[in-house]
């Protein structure tokens, strides 16, 4: 199996930047794409960002042209580079991987952003 530990969350004031992490260890070779999601109090988790392993990356709308996904497989880490912060951007962000041919999803324990405006 694979484990995910996320960190970088905490408190940003409005248009600042934050950058999470995500190390990934175990069955690294069954992974096929990781990404992060978001989700705010009362409300589903969201897709943020994905990349797969051939380099494709999607983004929600909501984040486009401020955050940034990014993978270093020599480290086994995922990276979420975040700039321009919005405090709708607040929730609880979740690193996660899909293994065994797009049939298994991994979740982390998620980091708290907060931002303030």
């Known amino acids: 199996q694979v484990q995910l530990v996320e960190s970088g969350g905490g408190l940003v004031q409005a248009g600042g930047s934050l950058r999470l992490s995500c190390a990934a260890s175990?069955?690294?070779?069954?992974?096929?794409?990781m990404g992060w999601y978001r989700q705010a109090p009362g409300k589903q988790r969201d897709l943020v960002a994905r990349?797969?392993?051939?380099?494709?990356?999607n983004y929600a709308d909501s984040v486009k042209g401020r955050f940034t996904i990014s993978r270093d497989n020599a480290k086994n880490t995922l990276y979420l580079q975040m700039n321009g912060l919005k405090p709708e951007d607040t929730a609880v962000y979740y690193c996660?991987?899909?293994?065994?041919?797009?049939?298994?999803?991994?979740w982390g324990q998620g980091t708290q952003v907060t931002v303030s405006s």
């Open positions: 990349i797969t392993n051939g380099g494709i990356t």
């Open positions: 996660n991987a899909i293994l065994n041919n797009w049939t298994i999803h991994i």
């Open positions: 175990g069955s690294i070779f069954s992974i096929n794409a």
